[in-house]
Nanobody
Framework: VQLQASGGGLVQAGGSRRLSCAASGRTFSRDTMGWFRQVPGKERELVAAISSGGSTYYVDSVKGRFTISRDNAKNTVYLQMNSLKPDDTAVYYC??????????????????WGQGTQVTVSS
């Protein structure tokens, strides 16, 4: 089972970026998928999540700017990031929770993790 995150890079403040997370080795259509981010010295933070039924969650700091979506036919989850700010600079990770439970799922509930992709927002 593998999650492959991509789409990171350098972007100017106010710009946009779309992250993708392609899953292989398992069908994730029934799983909750999440995007996390981490900066050095801080805990990994849940940014957005989407349940198998399409319910979504966003941390307050990205509401109205980020959109999580999934394409089950492609076994892929996306994170569209608009109006990016320097504070959004982080390594972004996708993750999958296969056991289910109360949504959104806590960080330690996620079973599979991608390798991370760096997003750097310049001011």
């Amino acid at each position: 089972v593998q999650l492959q995150a991509s789409g990171g890079g350098l972007v100017q403040a106010g710009g946009s970026r779309r992250l993708s997370c392609a899953a292989s080795g398992r069908t994730f259509s029934r799983d909750t998928m999440g995007w996390f981010r981490q900066v050095p010295g801080k805990e990994r933070e849940l940014v957005a999540a989407i349940s198998s039924g399409g319910s979504t969650y966003y941390v307050d700091s990205v509401k109205g700017r980020f959109t999580i979506s999934r394409d089950n036919a492609k076994n892929t989850v996306y994170l569209q990031m608009n109006s990016l700010k320097p504070d959004d600079t982080a390594v972004y990770y996708c993750a999958a929770d296969i056991d289910g439970g109360t949504f959104p799922r806590p960080r330690n509930a996620y079973d599979y993790w991608g390798q991370g992709t760096q997003v750097t927002v310049s001011s």
